[in-house]
């Protein structure tokens, strides 16, 4: 009996593990790119790969799912998430037991994932564990492209310790949790911020993350200062350049913009107050702007935010839409990304990033956003991109079958991917399908 159960249990694995062919019939497909649709055509998905997009494809044994003349996208991708910020910073890191952040990112990874967004790029936190598990299938969530600890000043947006003086080193042999729990690395001049800059590519950063000017939700920095030096950033990128891969930077001010473009950096995380200058800087270099619309068309309170980050919130909400307009003005390259954080419940606001960007853009620019040109962006990382088996962001032969069915036209109603419980009929992440409420 015992053999018994031990072969069927081989055989199960077996079937479990044998080479799976899907085909995804009568959809109209967005393939990430171009306008205009592909009418009435199959998708065929071998194993986790796209493997071939026509009419009438004729093979057999496979799944047949009737896509019944609906909408097929690519999976949504998010290019600034803090998927281990579910709760007041200083509490996650000071304060929470152990454990406490893991299960509260499970939960938000799989209501990520059942929210369409399929590959994130995770720009600050401790999320490299969370990663491991969902690649090896033990819990459900988007693929993650890990930055690890942020990079930070004295004093600085990562400065996390919310009591005026302490006694601590800091770098090297930090004690502060910050640095224990994976959340931040304090570094000051050239030689700390190469350490640290190594120590975080060291833990397997898919790239680096820096604070270069004032915050919101920072314990000491207000928002118009401008953090690291030019010397400090030019550094970052150099390490970063000899392991592939690319820096980003949060910064609000314009120097601290101008600096990050001087120094190398090929991204930059809100930038509300660039003048047009140094936006065609930014253009010029191809830096992408990766800025948040939603995030920043809130009310302190829907925002989670109060007493002194409330008003650097509204600082920073008061310049939003004149550096949106100068943003698309020049024309800089802009990826699609939320900043969600500070509760599950704000987490869970994340889709509403479509509603907030149809004031701006079509429903075909927010895609492209949102698919493609996050792809191209998350490509940056070269040797360090975790997911390099296939291509992300795209429906077309030999990408990964990341895939979204949806009840409607979302070039024509971009608006339909704010509500995905009701308008996301199919959710498909690495061949696997994790939603199917076709009809």
Known sequence: MKNLLIFMCLVFSTQLFAQKNIIIRNVNVFDGKNEQLKIGVDVLIQ??????????????????IDGQGKTLIPGLTDSHTHIMWNDNIEYLVYGAPEGYSGVLAAVNAREMLMRGFTTIRDVGGPSFGLKQLIDDGVTPGPRILPSGAFLSQTSGHGDYDPKEWYLSPHFTGQIDKAYLRGWTIIADGVAETQKATRDILRGG??????????????????????????????????????????????????????????????????????????????????????????????????????????????????????????????????SWGTDALGSLDIQRMQSLEFKARAKYFTGYEILLQATSYNAELFERSGERHPYKEAKLGVVEQGAYADLLIVDGNPLEDITLLSEPENNLLFIMKDGKIFKNILP
């Open 205 to 334: 950063a898919a790239q680096i993350k820096a604070f270069g000017s004032g915050s919101i939700t920072g314990a000491h920095d207000p928002i118009d200062v401008t953090e690291y030096t030019i010397e400090e950033l030019e550094t970052i990128v150099k390490e970063t350049d000899k392991w592939g891969t690319y820096a980003t930077i949060h910064a609000y001010s314009n120097e601290g913009v101008q600096n990050a473009i001087n120094a190398g950096f090929q991204c930059v995380e809100h930038g509300l107050f660039a003048t047009e200058e140094t936006f065609q800087m930014m253009k010029g270099h191809d830096v992408f702007l990766s800025t948040q619309f939603l995030a920043f068309g809130l009310t302190p309170k829907q925002a989670g935010l109060e007493d002194e980050a409330a008003k650097k919130y509204l600082i920073a909400q008061a310049s939003a839409e004149e550096g949106y307009k100068r943003a698309k003005k020049i024309g800089v390259k802009m």
């Open 47 to 64: 194993e986790n790969i796209i493997q071939k997009i026509a009419k009438d494809i004729a093979i057999d044994s496979c799944e047949v």
